[in-house]
């Protein structure tokens, strides 16, 4: 499997796991709705991940929580391409969380690095969109019908092998295109579609979906069922346990965690990686 992911402007070295900082554009979305909506607000997000140590920032014009209603393509381009040409001033990798393929040429046109797509480029021109950038990244997605139906009729049985097959095939198709495996990531959408009990059997069988031979990027981060299974209503307050999932994710052979606390994940990544490098001295991490 790569090491490395190719994205626009940035080989993003993926020896070690990476951190994704959520940036929501949107006065909607499920935990953090509206904090970050004025362009001002998103950009200052963004400094923010930052300093906390996000690898990459992830922008998004348009909620995808269950239930949640499509966006104009005018309102979506006026929320998102602002913040996007601040952000590609910041040096560092710059995702664009959107399915439309005309938000997906506007933002590489400004010098994104990477398009996140909910729907794995299934949209009408999507694919073409990506395939005909000589080098913006790519996170296919998997997902169950759409948000706006998503959990009202989830997947049924066991949807792990449907998932990897479904990711397979939608890599397949977009290497067909000519995109080098190098530029693409693959997500199993945790809570699109999926019961409790099947977003957690993800994770626990997640290494059947390295199969596949590219990098897994996972989003636990305040999903609601880590809400059901702890009892936490907010979602704000999910932090702990958010955490917990992206750990037990990375140790199942994750390579980029989308997160909205980023400070928290990088300090558990920190113990992580000290606890490794005392195995592999042989030696106890001195205080």
Request: aromatic share 4%; hydrophobic share 45%; charged share 20%.
């Amino acid at each position: 499997m790569t090491a490395v992911w190719r994205t626009a402007r940035f080989a993003i070295d993926l020896a070690q796991p990476r951190v994704m900082g959520i940036v929501n554009v949107t006065p909607d979305s499920f935990s953090d709705g509206g904090a970050h909506a004025s362009t001002a607000a998103a950009v200052r997000h963004c400094a923010q991940l930052l300093e906390e140590g996000a690898d990459i920032l992830d922008i998004g014009g348009e909620s995808t929580r269950p239930g949640s209603p499509a966006v104009p393509l005018d309102e979506e381009l006026d929320r998102v391409i602002p913040v996007v040409r601040e952000a590609v001033k910041l040096n560092v990798p710059v995702s664009v969380d959107t399915y439309k393929p005309e938000v997906m040429r506007a933002v590489l046109d400004l010098g994104a690095d990477i398009i996140n797509d909910i729907w794995a480029l299934r949209q009408p021109a999507a694919r073409q969109a990506v395939a005909a950038h000589p080098s913006c990244g790519i996170c296919l997605m998997h997902m169950h019908r759409d948000p706006q139906t998503m959990q009202t009729a989830p997947m049924e049985g066991d949807v792990v092998s449907v998932v990897r097959d479904f990711l397979a095939e939608q890599a397949c198709a977009l290497q067909a295109l000519g995109v080098a495996p190098e530029r693409i990531t693959l997500d199993p959408g945790i809570g699109f579609g999926k019961t409790v009990r099947q977003n957690f059997a993800l994770l626990a069988r997640q290494r059947d979906l390295l199969g596949v031979g590219l990098p897994l990027l996972i989003g636990w981060s305040r999903k609601s069922s880590i809400g059901a299974v702890t009892g936490i209503e907010a979602a704000s307050e999910r932090v702990v346990p958010s955490v917990a999932a992206a750990l037990l994710a990375v140790e199942r052979g994750a390579a980029i965690v989308r997160v909205h606390d980023v400070r928290e994940t990088v300090a558990a990544f920190a113990v992580r990686r000290a606890m490794i490098s005392s195995q592999e001295q042989g030696q106890e991490v001195q205080p």
